[in-house]
């Protein structure tokens, strides 16, 4: 990549300055054929007969899928939602699997809440303080640190798999929802380090702005949705395609974060509104979350359900917790794929650069369809997933025992 400034000449992974047409596509020269007609035999020249066959044509090959379009600022929006909506099916296969990550990691701990619940109401305090202390508080100690593990990886593979997916799909490639989950898995821990690298400046940022607003406006105002809107837009904008850079450029977090100000100077208002759309994630989780709460309390509590309901009763309401459960991780990877998708129209439409998915495409190094000797193959469920499920169902069982004691 060079400076803003470049001369022109420069390759088209080049992000374009301010104002700069978008780069031409190599793609743009039509491929020969096989069909192009041969040319017409010289005067003279004898026409080839049965045993002098003409030379065999090599193999064309087909022509690679026209570059995206680098989308306007004003447009940005609406050409992620038109890219969120190309990409539903396999969309939604990823967002099941999230599902299915937090629903073994965070369902133990939500049904170990809800018997402590059903047990309560039967129990005096003094009974309750002393299971508690018998090992059940403990317990529920472990399964709350299995559902933040849960939690954790979950946002982390539904920003990668997003990325993966919705780049595979802009670029007329896509990619299949395993082979997210492959790169995804590739990428994991330099993701991680990168939300660190933004997540610094982005708090201290915030906190100061709470501060003057505080100070201006008074304690009693909540301006929380403000003060970080503003330090996203203002302080993480050079920061907003490090995710990409990563995922799709194939680069470690700090040579990732290096590139993204390089992006970031060639289309700043858009590199704002991909910060603010991150940001947004959060809100939109939460506020989804507690929707979600709300409409599950009203719809038990129309149907008389509740801790002192009968077996029946209970075991309806056990299920309908699992299946939140399940609908919250859903949740998470419909909030981020939509925070991360005007990042990846943009990041993809300034360098053309997805030099990270072909290490997962079918021949690809990292091919979880391929079967290698030497390496193990793809699993959906790593095995410290397994480990996770299975120590939550133990903790939940041990936590179970000592409140039925």
């Known amino acids: 990549m060079t400076d803003e400034g470049t001369e022109p000449g420069r390759p088209p992974t080049e992000p374009p300055t301010e104002g ?31 045993t002098e066959p003409a030379p065999a044509r090599a193999p064309v090959a087909p022509a690679p899928p026209p570059a995206p379009p680098v989308e306007t600022t004003r447009r940005l929006i ?21 599902g299915i990550v937090v629903l073994g990691t965070v369902g133990p701990v939500a049904l170990a809440s809800w018997a402590l619940e059903v047990v309560y109401i039967h129990r005096t305090s003094a009974q309750m303080e002393a299971t508690l202390d018998a090992g059940a508080s403990a317990w529920l100690g472990i399964l709350s640190s299995i559902a933040l593990a849960g939690l954790l990886v979950a946002a ?22 395993r082979g997210a989950l492959a790169r995804s898995r590739m990428s994991f821990w330099f993701v ?12 201290i940022a915030q906190f100061a702005f709470s501060a003057i607003f505080a100070a201006t406006l008074g304690r009693q105002t909540d301006v929380s949705i403000v003060s ?11 920061f907003a395609y490090l995710l990409s850079g990563i995922v799709l450029g194939d ?21 704002a509104v991909v910060a603010v759309f991150e940001t947004a994630a959060t809100f939109l989780v939460l506020v989804g979350l507690s929707a979600g709460l709300d409409l599950a309390v009203r719809i038990f509590g129309a149907l008389g359900l509740g801790a002192n309901s009968g077996p029946a009763g209970l075991t309806l309401m056990t299920i309908g917790i699992m299946a939140g459960v399940f609908a919250l991780g859903t949740l998470i990877y419909t909030a981020y794929a939509i925070a991360v998708a005007p990042q990846i129209v943009m990041f993809v439409g300034l360098t053309r650069a997805t030099f990270g998915l072909d290490h997962v495409r079918p021949g690809g190094d990292r091919d979880p369809t391929a079967v290698r000797s030497g390496r193990r193959r793809f699993r959906w469920l790593t095995i410290g997933m397994l480990i996770a499920f299975a120590g939550g169902l133990l903790g939940l069982g041990a936590f179970l025992v000592i409140l039925a004691g």
């Not at 969120?84 to 967002?95: G, I, K, V």
Request: charged share 20%; net charge positive.
């Open 20 to 50: 700069d047409p978008p780069p031409a596509s190599q793609a743009d020269a039509p491929p020969a054929t096989a069909t192009d007609v041969p040319p017409t035999p010289q005067a003279g020249r004898q026409p080839a007969t049965e």
């Open 192 to 203: 991680i380090l990168g939300s660190f690298i933004v997540a610094i400046p982005i708090a």
């Open 78 to 98: 609406g050409a992620s939602f038109d890219l969120l909506n190309r990409s539903t099916d396999e969309m939604r296969r990823a967002s099941f699997y999230i």
């Open 251 to 271: 680069v470690d977090a700090l040579e990732a974060t290096r590139r993204s100000f390089r992006v970031f100077r060639a289309r700043k208002m858009a590199a």
């Open 228 to 238: 970080a809107t503003l330090a996203a837009a203002l302080v993480g904008s050079p």
């Open 156 to 177: 982390i593979e539904s920003r990668n798999m997003a990325s993966a997916i919705l780049a595979g799909r802009l670029v007329g490639r896509p990619i299949s929802v």
